[in-house]
């Protein structure tokens, strides 16, 4: 029989110190695990917190977003009011060149009344009524009062001899009560100068006393539509086989629903179309056989253009590349040097513009700049910078699109072009919010289309939509825009 082993207070002790020593490790294990948890969650937060910040930061100078949008504060600062206030008055400084009225030659003057002395200054005898080839002219202009001009036709009815009743045919029984220009007028107001329909209807009856309902006018605008259709398919032709043509598009809304509105402009037409997306397979149908030099931004839609026919905007460009040099560290570096490239582009092509540098001159001295911003944003690429690799990876991606404007003469680096165009219609959709129908769709774009192409044209808007309509009444062919004669041209 074994003899009893004694027990030792000491193990007790150990094992006691033992299970609090494993206790504490657990409670160190599970403040270890909070910690690590509480610093993701503060690497989460930071991390969101600078994209807020960015985003915060965002205006029309370092981003996509327009004037429009800008704080107060940008706004001052973009408009100069940040700096020291003048001391000169409001209004025309001393020495400025006045900018007087000028005089209609006498054939435009509807009215000349001749203004002879009576009797002369020094003597007081009676003047004869001689004409002076000198004269001295001021002209006075007025609207004269605007009265409506209604033709009511009355079809008799007159018996014959025989008892038979005869009335009389009307082959040209108007199909609306209101007459071309009338029609035109009203599209003007609406589709061109973007007054509600319910404002157009005051206006009409205000100015020249023609009372129109609501519904009339939007009957009207249908019928103005229709007869402008052909006038517009020819705009759209000739834009498709412009040399050069800028593109960009914008949100539009119809019923509510979000919708696409794009436009092409070149030197002298310009189109526009809403659609139902952004999308590639929506816009690709619209430029046709993709012919000529597209200047655009960066929209992956477009990216059905050959690269080697594009122009990438460099107005775009500038507003990230300041995104970047808003930026701390090594992206800040980057967008600094980038933007100083930028500014060495367009100090040139200005130069070149204005006729201080000859072509082989500016393409010379841009040589060194393309290599500069290449190896400039491949530098940015290579750092793996959050935000600012990406974006210029997708840079570099477009080389082939960036200097066009440097390899082919007649080529802007800017698509500002395109963007002047939408504006007009983006202060309509601001307004009225979109319209409510595809026949309100097609209102909208056609008679945007005309009105910007008749201004390039040199063409009276008014008068061009009169002969429209005319013709639409008359069943014969639909003018064109660029094809007018004398009576139409502004």
């Excluded at 107060?72 to 007087?100: M, T």
Aim: glycine content about 6%; some cysteine.
């Amino acid at each position: 029989m074994p003899w009893p082993v004694a027990q030792d207070w000491r193990d007790g002790r150990i094992a006691e110190l033992e299970a609090a020593l494993a206790a504490s490790e657990a409670r160190n294990a599970a403040k270890d695990a909070r910690i690590a948890d509480l610093e993701q969650r503060v690497a989460e937060l930071s991390k969101q917190l600078a994209e807020l910040a960015e985003k915060l930061g965002q205006n029309s100078r370092n981003s996509h977003r327009p004037p429009s949008s800008d704080p107060p504060a940008a706004r001052r600062q973009r408009r100069g009011k940040g700096k020291s206030k003048s001391q000169r008055k409001r209004g025309a400084q001393p020495g400025h060149r006045p900018a007087l009225r000028g005089l209609l030659p006498p054939e435009e003057v509807d009215e000349t009344v001749h203004l002879f002395p009576s009797h002369c200054e020094g003597c007081a005898k009676p003047l004869p009524e001689v004409p002076d080839a000198n004269a001295m002219r001021f002209q006075v202009t007025e609207v004269p009062l605007v009265k409506p001009h209604t033709t009511e036709y009355r079809r008799h009815a007159v018996r014959c001899s025989c008892g038979h009743l005869t009335c009389a045919v009307h082959d040209q029984q108007p199909a609306s009560p209101f007459g071309p220009r009338l029609m035109a007028l009203v599209a003007l107001l609406t589709g061109v100068y973007h007054l509600s329909r319910r404002k157009a209807a005051e206006l009409l009856s205000d100015l020249a006393g023609v009372r129109i309902s609501v519904g009339a006018i939007s009957n009207m605008e249908a019928r103005v539509s229709a007869a402008v259709q052909p006038a517009v398919e020819v705009v759209w032709e000739r834009v498709r086989e412009a040399e050069v043509k800028h593109t960009d598009g914008t949100s539009w809304f119809q019923s509510g629903l979000s919708r696409a509105l794009w436009t092409i402009a070149t030197a002298t037409a310009t189109v526009f179309k809403i659609v139902v997306d952004g999308s590639k397979q929506t816009l690709a149908p619209l430029y046709g056989a993709l012919h000529g030099i597209l200047v655009s931004d960066r929209a992956k839609s477009l990216n059905f253009w050959a690269m080697e026919h594009r122009q990438i905007c460099w107005a775009h460009l500038v507003r990230k590349f300041v995104s970047f040099a808003e930026r701390d560290g090594p992206a800040g570096s980057l967008g600094r040097e980038l933007l100083d490239y930028t500014g060495l582009v367009f100090e040139y092509w200005h130069d070149y513009k204005d006729g201080k540098l000859s072509r082989d001159r500016f393409i010379a001295w841009m040589a060194p700049v393309r290599l500069q911003v290449q190896a400039a944003l491949q530098r940015a690429v290579d750092a793996q910078l959050g935000h600012v690799s990406g974006s210029c990876a997708d840079v570099l991606a477009h080389a082939p699109a960036l200097w066009t404007f440097v390899d082919r003469e007649g080529i802007d680096p800017t698509n500002n072009h395109a963007e002047r165009e939408l504006r007009a219609f983006v202060l309509w959709r601001k307004r009225s919010f979109g319209t409510q129908s595809e026949r309100g769709n097609l209102f909208a774009e056609r008679l945007m289309t005309v009105a910007h192409t008749a201004r390039k044209q040199r063409c009276h808007v008014l008068t061009f939509l009169t002969a429209c309509c005319q013709a639409q009444l008359d069943d014969g062919p639909s003018p064109s825009l660029f094809e007018a004669p004398a009576a139409l041209s502004a």
